[in-house]
């Protein structure tokens, strides 16, 4: 469920206002902690970004694996959040 959460938004092509920031800098290397691949998803090529812990596979975030996950859950219980905070582009 966690990846399939951090994941859509890149899989979806939606842009998160925390990472506009980097937009503003010049090209630099920059060590990310995050999972979601948002930061890379954000700021294309202008920056070399080092994922310390590697980052989930944007397929994970596609409308079939969520789905997939919503049946798996019926059996768990486990409720999958709202993606809406993040914008369209």
Known sequence: MMQHVLAAPVYHNRI???YRVFRLFRP???VNYNHDGMLAHSTGLRHRI????G????RYGSPE??????????YDGLPVPS???L???
């Open 50 to 53: 080092i994922n310390m812990h």
């Open 83 to 85: 993606s809406r905070l």
């Open 55 to 58: 980052i989930v596979d944007p």
């Open 87 to 89: 914008k369209n582009p």
């Open 65 to 74: 694996m969520g789905k997939l996950i919503e049946r798996l859950g019926e």
């Open 16 to 18: 998160s206002d925390s």
């Open 28 to 30: 630099a290397t920059v």
